[in-house]
């Protein structure tokens, strides 16, 4: 197989890059082409009496072609120029003008190539009367305005396919903001999800260890049975503590890592609840006739949540020995109501007139209206204990 064809490739993969970098090389190649056609034909050819072009008419050859390495900078005035050299040029060797046409050719694409429609109207209109004027028949005049028109023609095109592929650009590029907006706006929701879970996690935890660590060292020297029952109460929950954190933290990780996230807790698992909040000493009586209702995904775990925070609330805040919870189906949808004995939680028992506004019940809000509910949390009866009471919709 000839090495020829491999060569040439590469060649002109090389000179693609080169004009690329820097398009005056190819320019001034173009440029010193048609000086060169021009000369050559003006060498080639003689005056009507037979005798030799004088020396200016190479110089107009020349000129003809000069501006063409600035054809890219300033596509109208380096026509302009070239029309201007070819004036006089094509006046005095109308007998080789065919041939002479090359460097009008380039400098009339390019000026077509760059400029907007309302300047190649103009250029067109101006092209057509320098053909008619410039040329001694109608032959002539005809086959000018064709090679000139051709050259506009092509001009446009790439004129109209550069303004597309620019859209196309700016298109991609909307789209990308569109896309990193999303992006940006589906992470802060899911860094918001994952502080909401981990602050449930932890709140309802940690406060369970709490309550059980201080009641340990009371009993442990006058029931010893029921502080070694406490302390492995306390280990349990902070073991389950760590696999719910591992869980979380796992969405965290690096995006190529394949995260192992438990399914989120939902009413199934209230049972278990229940049993961690009694073993710190409260005494919780649970009404779970309406658990069997038919919730989504979302509602069930939103409901599992906002028990455990007002439980949370319950053991943190307040003096209560007894919290009941109960859920009831109601018309299509599902009620939650916790409501304690004790007092407000930040004030003494009986002064309950003000209501808990903590992070716990903002979240409380937030998950029941997340599932198209409504919640909402006030003092009990008679203004003593706490009352949070919730309605999520079955669908």
């Given at each position: 197989?000839?090495?020829?064809?491999?060569?040439?490739?590469?060649?002109?993969?090389?000179?693609?890059?080169?004009?690329?970098?820097?398009?005056?090389?190819?320019?001034?190649?173009?440029?010193?082409?048609?000086?060169?056609?021009?000369?050559?034909?003006?060498?080639?050819?003689?005056?009507?009496?037979?005798?030799?072009?004088?020396?200016?008419?190479?110089?107009?050859?020349?000129?003809?072609?000069?501006?063409?390495?600035?054809?890219?900078?300033?596509?109208?005035?380096?026509?302009?120029?070239?029309?201007?050299?070819?004036?006089?040029?094509?006046?005095?060797?109308?007998?080789?003008?065919?041939?002479?046409?090359?460097?009008?050719?380039?400098?009339?694409?390019?000026?077509?190539?760059?400029?907007?429609?309302?300047?190649?109207?103009?250029?067109?209109?101006?092209?057509?009367?320098?053909?008619?004027?410039?040329?001694?028949?109608?032959?002539?005049?005809?086959?000018?305005?064709?090679?000139?028109?051709?050259?506009?023609?092509?001009?446009?095109?790439?004129?109209?396919?550069?303004?597309?592929?620019?859209?196309?650009?700016?298109?991609?590029?909307?789209?990308?903001?569109?896309?990193?907006?999303?992006?940006?706006?589906?992470?802060?929701?899911?860094?918001?999800?994952?502080?909401?879970?981990?602050?449930?996690?932890?709140?309802h935890s940690v406060s369970l260890m709490v309550v059980q660590a201080e009641a340990g060292p009371v009993v442990v020297r006058s029931a010893p049975d029921r502080a070694e029952r406490a302390?492995?109460?306390?280990?349990?929950?902070?073991?389950?503590?760590?696999?719910?954190?591992?869980?979380?933290?796992?969405?965290?990780?690096?995006?190529?890592?394949?995260?192992?996230?438990?399914?989120?807790?939902?009413?199934?698992?209230?049972?278990?609840?229940?049993?961690?909040?009694?073993?710190?000493?409260?005494?919780?009586?649970?009404?779970?006739?309406?658990?069997?209702?038919?919730?989504?995904?979302?509602?069930?775990?939103?409901?599992?949540?906002?028990?455990?925070?007002?439980?949370?609330?319950?053991?943190?805040?307040?003096?209560?020995?007894?919290?009941?919870?109960?859920?009831?189906?109601?018309?299509?949808?599902?009620?939650?109501?916790?409501?304690?004995?004790?007092?407000?939680?930040?004030?003494?028992?009986?002064?309950?007139?003000?209501?808990?506004?903590?992070?716990?019940?903002?979240?409380?809000?937030?998950?029941?209206?997340?599932?198209?509910?409504?919640?909402?949390?006030?003092?009990?009866?008679?203004?003593?204990?706490?009352?949070?009471?919730?309605?999520?919709?079955?669908?």
């Amino acid at each position: 197989m000839s090495p020829f064809p491999q060569t040439s490739a590469a060649w002109a993969r090389s000179l693609h890059r080169t004009a690329a970098g820097n398009p005056y090389l190819l320019d001034t190649a173009l440029a010193l082409t048609a000086a060169t056609v021009s000369v050559r034909l003006l060498i080639a050819s003689r005056q009507p009496d037979g005798s030799p072009w004088p020396w200016w008419m190479y110089l107009l050859a020349v000129a003809t072609a000069a501006p063409l390495p600035w054809r890219r900078r300033a596509p109208v005035l380096c026509m302009v120029l070239v029309w201007a050299a070819l004036g006089p040029y094509s006046h005095l060797a109308h007998a080789i003008q065919p041939q002479f046409q090359f460097a009008a050719l380039i400098a009339l694409y390019t000026a077509a190539a760059h400029t907007a429609p309302r300047t190649r109207a103009v250029i067109a209109a101006a092209t057509v009367v320098i053909a008619v004027l410039g040329t001694r028949s109608l032959g002539g005049a005809f086959s000018s305005i064709l090679t000139f028109g051709c050259a506009l023609m092509l001009g446009s095109l790439v004129w109209t396919q550069r303004q597309l592929n620019e859209q196309l650009v700016r298109r991609a590029e909307q789209l990308e903001r569109e896309q990193e907006a999303e992006a940006a706006k589906a992470a802060a929701e899911e860094r918001t999800r994952i502080a909401r879970e981990m602050h449930d996690i932890l709140a309802h935890s940690v406060s369970l260890m709490v309550v059980q660590a201080e009641a340990g060292p009371v009993v442990v020297r006058s029931a010893p049975d029921r502080a070694e029952r406490a302390f492995d109460s306390i280990a349990e929950t902070g073991r389950e503590t760590l696999v719910q954190l591992r869980a979380l933290l796992g969405v965290l990780r690096d995006a190529n890592e394949t995260a192992q996230t438990a399914p989120q807790p939902g009413l199934a698992a209230l049972p278990e609840l229940v049993e961690g909040v009694r073993r710190a000493g409260i005494d919780v009586r649970l009404d779970d006739g309406g658990r069997t209702a038919p919730l989504s995904a979302g509602a069930d775990s939103a409901a599992y949540r906002i028990i455990q925070e007002a439980l949370t609330n319950v053991v943190k805040h307040s003096t209560a020995r007894t919290v009941s919870v109960r859920l009831q189906r109601v018309d299509d949808g599902l009620r939650l109501e916790i409501e304690d004995d004790g007092g407000d939680g930040r004030r003494p028992v009986g002064s309950a007139s003000v209501i808990r506004s903590g992070r716990g019940l903002v979240g409380i809000r937030e998950r029941a209206a997340a599932c198209g509910g409504s919640a909402e949390a006030g003092p009990g009866p008679e203004g003593r204990g706490f009352r949070v009471e919730a309605t999520l919709p079955l669908s």
